[in-house]
């Protein structure tokens, strides 16, 4: 059975894992890089912990049968607190299309609703055709919005939008 954990200083090391794995298996859908990632010190991913507990933000990791499999994360819009972003989704390949992914979306979806947030956005890479329709058949829709992708700039990040009303 899954369960979901949300991130906090106490499991900083096993978020610190996990985040890692999901750069090296998923490198264009994160705008950060492994390489990078993996120069932070102990001290560093403690904060990024800490950050995700707090009252604008916050993150979970799907825990199976003890291991780490997946995470997502919401923050609240600085400027427009009736917004918020999903961000961070990862689900590990050997867990995918098991509902993990749905079950961490719907989590941070009623956290942002709690908060009274209309809408949730994401930004997903343009080459990522199994997230798009991911994210599509949990109600997102694509926008006009792009951008360059800062890894590649061959790519851009798309923007998806759900109403959460």
Known sequence: MIELEPITP?????????RLRALLDSPTAFSSTYADAAKLSDDDWLQRAAHWSSRAAVAYL??????AVGMAAGVLGVNDPRRAELLSMWV???HRRS????????TI???????????????????????????????????DRRETYPNDPALCNLAMLRALT
């Open 62 to 67: 799907a825990i199976d049968a003890g291991d």
């Open 10 to 18: 106490t499991n900083a090391q096993v978020y610190k894992n996990l």
């Open 92 to 94: 590990a390949p050997s």
């Open 109 to 143: 979806a009623a956290w942002a609703r709690a908060r009274n947030v209309l809408h949730l956005y994401l930004s997903v890479t343009s080459n990522n055709d199994q997230a798009i329709q991911f994210y599509r058949s949990l109600g997102f829709t694509l926008t």
């Open 99 to 106: 509902g993990i992914g749905r079950l961490l979306v719907d």
